[in-house]
């Protein structure tokens, strides 16, 4: 029965160390470009045969290349690819 007190304890104390590393401070601007390249990516996988057949399967998706996707998703991704697009562009 002790053991197992000390293990929740040291499990515990594991997890609040891990809690206060992973609290990060982001400005706004860091935010909003995260969150585009996150869309970016699912854009590039759910568009990939339509768009961007002709690009790397595994591109790493990064700010230096998303104006490709935009440009990719307008010509070719139909009206549900330009709206995307479109909220990239924000």
Known sequence: MESRSQINSYLSEIGRKGGEK???????????????????????????????????????????????????LRQNGGRQGFLLAAKLCQ
Not at 55 to 70: A, F, P, Q, V, Y
């Open 22 to 72: 992973s609290r990060r401070i982001l400005d706004s601007e860091d935010a909003k470009n995260m969150v585009r390249i996150r869309e970016a990516k699912r854009a590039f996988k759910k568009y990939y045969a339509q768009c961007f057949w002709f690009m790397r399967e595994d591109l790493e998706i990064n700010l230096e290349n998303i104006s490709e996707i935009i440009n990719g």
